[in-house]
């Protein structure tokens, strides 16, 4: 069973920069689909970015385009989300979600499109 592991969350103030990661357990994320999804207290999880296996684009929600970049490293071992320009707004417990597919350019936008998914990791910035 693949399990996703969320690490890298924490405090800062506004205007910081915090890199989240997501690794599998014991394998590598050739031949999946990933995201990041975000939940902010009292508000439904929501889309964040997304990177196909193919790596060839990245997809941003409207909100963190500009800001936020996600990546994966060549061994495919970790797939990061980096967040610049951290403002009180980015508040939420990230989520790290996979999908297996043949499609090498797949990405999805739903949380339904996800089977996978890691325990999240707090961030929170302060104004």
């Known amino acids: 069973q693949v399990v996703l592991v969320e690490s890298g969350g924490g405090l800062v103030q506004a205007g910081d920069s915090l890199r989240l990661s997501c690794q599998t357990s014991g394998r590598t994320f050739n031949r999946y689909a990933v995201a990041w999804f975000r939940q902010a207290p009292g508000k439904e999880r929501e889309f964040v970015a997304a990177i196909p296996w193919s790596a060839r684009t990245t997809y941003y929600s409207d909100s963190v385009k500009g800001r936020f970049t996600i990546s994966r490293d060549n061994a495919a071992i970790t797939v990061y989300l980096q967040m610049n320009s951290l403002n009180a707004e980015d508040t939420a417990v990230y989520f790290c979600?996979?999908?297996?597919?043949?499609?090498?350019?797949?990405?999805?936008?739903?949380?339904?499109?996800?089977?996978?998914w890691g325990q999240g990791t707090q961030v929170t910035v302060s104004s």
């Open positions: 979600a996979a999908r297996a597919t043949i499609n090498a350019d797949y990405y999805g936008q739903r949380q339904s499109d996800y089977p996978l």
